[in-house]
């Protein structure tokens, strides 16, 4: 009915008869009521179930979270350091190789250098043995389960699922991992936590089997940064972010320079558009009838 009304409306213009008139202003209150209504809903989502839902992150100034913004390749650096000396004991990263490390946040040499601190296996040989050798840059992040049966296992039934992709496998990404990795506090009054979970508002229902795994002065940074809980946890979700999000870097770059390659474009084209109409658009059509041109013949 408010399709039709409205349509009656533009069609119809301002011949519309009175009651009309009132039918379709109180549709369009509605609607207009109704959309206002669900905004501030949502806008304030204190709801009753917000504890299932885990509570919403608030947003934080990463670097790369900007418009334009792109890495914090120091912060990758270091965030690496606290995924390799805290993470890395219970999370797997299958979708990382130690090449990808390169230029990004070490140099060829480090990466080298690390992949060949781990062992992989290979083979087999000629006796077919299967055996073990150094890690090179092609292979993968070191893998701490083989399955997710074993990883279950050692987790008292919890799944600690692979980091690769983690800021993209969750709502608001970085923000949540960031909030749930400093966001362990006492339960409160009357919340019951059964025993081998964790309080933490932001993990959906409250209650989280991951112990909290950053404090203050966990790691020591090479470049002297003081390593507080909040420091190590923006470092280490930099990290997890670059490695969901590689290409990060390379296409902020290029979408920097396809929107100014593209004003320039426009620009010309508007231009020359205006240039090659010119002489149309201005053209000045004269008629000049004979002065005997009203006369009958
Ligand atoms: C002692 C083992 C352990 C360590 C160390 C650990 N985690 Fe976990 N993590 C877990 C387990 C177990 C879960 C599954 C929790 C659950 O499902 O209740 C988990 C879950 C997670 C999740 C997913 C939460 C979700 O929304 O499903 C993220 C993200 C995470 N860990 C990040 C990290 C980061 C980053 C570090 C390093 C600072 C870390 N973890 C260190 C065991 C660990």
Redesign the pocket.
Known sequence: MFARKAAQFFKNGSKFNGKGNLYFAAAATTVAGSGLGLYYMNKNAAKADMFAEGLHTPNFPFQHASTFGTFDHASIRRGYQ??RE??A???NTEFVRWRDLIDVAFTEDEVKAMAAEFEYEAGPDDAGEMFMRPGTPADPLPKVYANEQAARAM?NG????D?SL?TKA?HNGAN??FS??TGYYDAPEGVEIREG?HFNPY??GGA????R??YDGLVEYEDGTPATTSQ??KD??TF?NWASEPELDDRKRRGTQVLIIFSILTAISIYLKRNRFISLKTRKIVHNPPSNWTKKQ
């Open positions: 606290v995924f805290v993470c004991a219970c999370h987790n919890a799944y600690p699922p980091l983690i969750r949540y991992v749930l990795l979970l993990f959906p989280i089997a991951m112990a795994s950053l190590m946890a280490v979700v997890l």
